[in-house]
């Protein structure tokens, strides 16, 4: 087995740097004790979490304005958690959460890179019940809708964790999915809107996807 290759860089929000150790690329692997193969996990998805994509990209970029003060917030499937890392930057009240087994580890590295607070992490599945997570005001997500049978289970877990009065913020690259969930979350009492960034000249390509947006 080839040793796992890291990659040190700095991803600037204006005035912002965030500091991060994430894969290399989408060419890594490392399950010597199986816990990832225990889990579901192949090696062609294993290296998915630890690495920015744009989507999780646009997401950190609209947590560097969005108003957090007082909200207790999710970060759903957070992979290498780019948004949460921002978040805590701003001294919000962050929980981050995700399947994979090495995004814990990641997450406490990159925040001890930022010389940030301890950011609360468990991880767990969407059909998992996590009775220890709480309810909150603000959940949030990138790129996670890539197949059909996510839609019922990503929707389910949000209803789990989500407070009466809730903001649900998704941005998505156009898998295919987000018409039947953007369904499934109105039968739960949500109004959505959807629009596509304003501005992502800090990527390298454009970015077909969508912000999509749920409030109750």
């Known amino acids: 087995m080839s040793v796992v290759r890291l990659r040190y860089?700095?991803?600037?929000?204006?005035?912002l740097d965030i500091h991060l150790c994430t894969l290399r690329d989408n060419q890594q692997f490392s399950d010597d004790e199986g816990e990832a193969e225990a889990l579901g996990i192949s090696s062609a998805f294993w290296p998915?979490?630890?690495?920015?994509?744009?989507?999780?990209?646009?997401?950190a970029h609209l947590m560097v304005e969005h108003?957090?003060?007082?909200?207790?917030?999710?970060?759903?499937?957070?992979?290498?958690?780019?948004?949460?890392l921002v978040l805590n930057h701003r001294l919000a009240d962050i929980t981050a959460t995700d399947y994979h087994p090495e995004a814990g580890a990641f997450l406490a590295a990159n925040v001890l890179l930022n010389k940030g607070a301890i950011i609360p992490f468990i991880?767990?599945?969407w059909e998992d019940a996590v009775t220890e997570l709480g309810r909150f005001d603000l959940i949030i997500g990138s790129d996670l809708l890539y197949e059909r049978g996510q839609v019922e289970t990503l929707a389910g877990f949000i209803e789990q964790h989500a407070k009466s009065h809730c903001e649900v913020i998704l941005v998505d690259p156009g898998r295919g999915q987000q018409g039947r969930f953007s369904k499934l979350?109105?039968?739960?009492?949500?109004t959505h809107s959807q629009h596509k960034p304003l501005d992502v000249s800090y990527l390298s390509q454009p970015f077909r996807g969508q912000i999509l947006q749920y409030r109750r």
């Open 9 to 15: 860089h700095t991803i600037e929000f204006g005035e």
């Open 48 to 59: 998915l979490f630890g690495i920015v994509w744009d989507s999780g990209n646009v997401l």
């Open 67 to 84: 108003e957090v003060a007082d909200l207790r917030i999710l970060e759903v499937g957070c992979g290498i958690a780019l948004a949460s």
């Open 123 to 125: 991880r767990t599945g």
């Open 185 to 190: 979350m109105m039968s739960l009492g949500y």
